[in-house]
């Protein structure tokens, strides 16, 4: 049987709760003994900004402790300030590489960023930003990164940082450029993948996301 933490959570990460439902929500957080575990399960299981978002459109400030509601929002806002940075960090890339003339995927969470968390992008909690490059590219790409000032991690030699900003470049859609096995998963050519990308706006600078 599901514990009530979990279900509270599994209730939250739907983004289209009507009113009804949040005050549901409220409810049962409201009667939810433990809040400090639930916080921290939320951040865990990255809902903690979606369960904010709906606690406070049901009026959640007005009932809930105080400390455990204002957890809820700095968690908010530091995925806010983190999401920003890694934002204007890729946009950077990205005008260099339009000037270019290389076309880059973006992959994953940061994709997601701009196509459905776009009007709220203290949603989604991210840790780093996938890129998946042609291979005849990667050694532009990387030596671009590198005189941004990002660092290759000694192990994964296709991570790269800058501060609090991670970069995870692909060369394979499926990661077989780290995982061999992988390379099976995928039944064609991923240069016909590639080439199905569409262009999204990215801040005003243009990339590419899986069609």
Request: glycine letters at 8%; one cysteine or more; aromatic letters at 10%.
């Amino acid at each position: 049987m599901m514990s009530s933490p979990m279900r509270i959570l599994v209730e939250a990460a739907e983004p289209g709760l009507d009113e009804s439902r949040r005050k549901t929500l409220l409810e049962e957080v409201s009667r939810e003994e433990d809040k400090s575990g639930l916080m921290a399960l939320a951040s865990q299981e990255g809902v903690g900004c979606f369960l904010y978002g709906h606690l406070k459109r049901a009026g959640g400030s007005e009932i809930l402790p105080s400390a455990f509601f204002r957890g809820l929002q700095r968690l908010y806002e530091q995925t806010i300030a983190f999401n920003l940075r890694l934002i204007f960090d890729l946009k950077e890339i990205l005008a260099r590489l339009n000037r270019e003339g290389i076309s880059i995927v973006v992959l994953q969470g940061m994709a997601l960023l701009q196509q459905i968390y776009r009007d709220n992008i203290g949603l989604r909690p991210m840790t780093d930003i996938d890129l998946w490059l042609r291979r005849e590219e990667y050694s532009f790409v990387t030596d671009l990164l590198i005189g941004f000032g990002y660092q290759r991690d000694p192990t994964y030699h296709n991570t790269f940082r800058k501060g609090s900003t991670t970069l995870d470049l692909h060369t394979h859609l499926f990661w077989a450029d780290r995982i061999r096995a992988r390379r099976h998963l995928l039944q064609m050519d991923q240069e016909a993948v590639y080439r199905e990308a569409v262009p999204i706006d990215f801040e005003g600078e243009e990339a590419l996301t899986l069609s």
